[in-house]
């Protein structure tokens, strides 16, 4: 039972565009959700997170907005660029934070 | 620098001989987990631990063990591998939860295992 969606494999967008990465889940317990970006052979990333009593957090060009109602984060990143191009995943944990559920993943190509 | 080192970084072995992919941080982290990443499956958490002695069963445990006898430490042990453990395995670690917002988890740069 996948908790943690990512319904877009894979997104293309032009550089200096905005490009929107959206993520479903289905565990309304769940208290914080990030985002993380993957380059090929290597580990994934950091990048952004927000915990479940705000809406909306900002990290110079990425925001992420939460909409508890819907169970629906996305990802914006405004201007796009050639480097943001790599696989990005959300994911959510709930209570202690211990234990973290990833989504499947989108395909970011940033083209020139 | 600080970092998570994984060996070996790619590892051809056949069913049912036993394996270890080793796992080590110099950041003197709390919380340290092992995730699988599988094609249309993502991230998954096999397991974790939250300081030395202390782990628990993730979302996919089943085939794995793991121990935390020193802080730096914490290997993947495949006791009897299967082809359906062919995967690329990721080690992290945290100072805090990996979960919590605002925390940045460390991955190292992955073990890509096949399973014959």
């Known amino acids: 039972d996948q908790q943690v969606k990512q319904n877009s494999p894979s997104l293309s967008v032009q550089e200096g565009r905005i490009s929107i990465l959206n993520c479903d889940y289905t565990?309304?317990?769940?208290?914080?959700f990030l985002w993380y970006k993957k380059y090929p052979a290597e580990g994934p990333t950091f990048l952004i997170s927000i915990s479940s009593i705000k809406d909306k957090n900002e990290d110079g060009r990425f925001t992420v907005f939460l909409n508890k109602s819907a169970k629906h984060l996305s990802l914006h990143i405004v201007p796009s660029q050639p480097g943001d191009s790599a696989v990005y995943f959300c994911a959510a944990s709930r209570g202690t934070a211990s234990k973290l559920t990833f989504g499947t993943g989108t395909r970011l190509q940033v083209t020139l | 620098e600080a970092q998570v080192t994984q060996n070996p970084r790619y590892l051809i072995t056949v069913t049912g001989k036993k394996l270890t992919v080793t796992c080590s941080q110099n950041?003197?982290?709390?919380?340290m987990s092992w995730y699988r990443q599988d094609p249309g499956l993502g991230l998954r958490q096999i397991y974790y631990?939250?300081?030395?002695?202390?782990?628990d069963k993730g979302d996919v445990p089943e085939g794995y063990k793991v121990s935390r006898k020193e802080k730096r430490n914490f290997p993947l042990i495949l006791e009897s591998p299967s082809p359906n453990q062919t995967s690329l395995y990721f080690c992290a670690s945290s100072l805090t939860p990996p979960g919590l917002a605002h925390n940045e988890q460390f991955f190292g740069p992955g073990t890509r295992l096949t399973v014959l």
């Open positions: 565990n309304s317990m769940f208290d914080y």
């Open positions: 950041m003197n982290h709390e919380y």
């Open positions: 631990s939250m300081n030395v002695e202390v782990t």
